[in-house]
């Protein structure tokens, strides 16, 4: 879990990715799908969803995030810490979700 913390010690994000997410991740990071729902959480948040498709076509939550907005910093937070927690293995594709910010650190995929 990757946790950033503000000057008032507030939690403004936070990104977790399990180990058996890991493992999804290192499979089938091709093709990777980032979306958001929007502030249904009691913390009004939006929660964040990194997406892969495994080899039976299921859809397979490979990360998640909380974050306190949809602006491009949230977004690079979400993405670093992505490929930390994955050793640096970058999706092929990128799909983002419709406000997703500037995804700058991938410049070895390809958005559609």
């Given amino acids: 879990m990757m946790v950033d913390r503000c000057s008032d010690d507030s939690l403004p994000q936070i990104f977790w990715m399990t180990a058996l997410q ?3 991740y290192r499979k089938y990071h091709d093709v990777t799908l980032q979306d958001n729902t929007y502030r249904v959480n009691k913390y009004s948040y939006p929660l964040c ?3 892969a498709v ?3 076509n299921h859809s397979r939550v490979v990360a998640q995030a ?3 907005d949809e602006k491009t910093n949230a977004f690079e937070f979400i993405f670093q810490h992505l490929l930390q927690a994955a050793d640096g293995l970058h999706p092929r594709v990128m799909l983002p979700g419709s406000a997703s910010g500037d995804s700058s650190d991938f410049p070895k995929r390809s958005t559609l």
């Fill in 22 to 24: 890991k493992d999804l």
């Fill in 49 to 51: 969803f990194i997406v």
């Fill in 54 to 56: 495994d080899g039976d």
């Fill in 66 to 68: 909380l974050i306190v």
